[in-house]
């Protein structure tokens, strides 16, 4: 059985950083990993994808203040966050897929991703 167990959330000032950890269970083989975000009201947004090959997708809201990282040896990635604005607060969901990172063209994150996290709540204060 296949878990995603997010951590590392919370609330912090805008400015501030947080890193989220995501470790992972019962899955031998992922070709995708990353994060999601959804806010009430709105849709799951994809944030930040890591494929096999290390090769990574951002979306441009975050582009120069997250960064994706995975360490193997731990079966663990990681989404470290700097300069949160308050439009960056959001449940956070770790993701994973034995498929690609994107579909279509251009290339946007799949919204089928196989296994999802739980979530963990990122607050921005202003």
């Known amino acids: 059985q296949v878990q995603l167990v997010e951590s590392g959330g919370g609330s912090v000032q805008a400015g501030g950083s947080l890193r989220l950890s995501c470790v992972a269970s019962?899955?031998?083989?992922?070709?995708?990993w990353g994060w999601f975000r959804q806010t009430p009201g709105k849709e799951r947004e994809g944030v930040a994808l890591?494929?096999?090959?290390?090769?990574?997708y951002y979306i441009d809201s975050v582009k120069g203040r997250f960064t994706i990282s995975r360490d193997n040896a731990k079966n663990t990635v990681y989404l470290q966050m700097h300069s949160l604005k308050p439009e960056d607060t959001a449940v956070y969901y770790c993701?994973?897929?034995?498929?690609?990172?994107?579909?279509?063209?251009?290339?946007?994150?799949?919204?089928?991703?196989?296994?999802w996290g739980q979530g963990t709540q990122v607050t921005v204060s202003s």
């Open positions: 993701v994973a897929d034995p498929r690609s990172c994107t579909v279509g063209y251009p290339p946007r994150p799949r919204p089928d991703f196989a296994y």
């Open positions: 890591m494929k096999y090959d290390s090769r990574t």
């Open positions: 019962g899955v031998s083989y992922s070709s995708c």
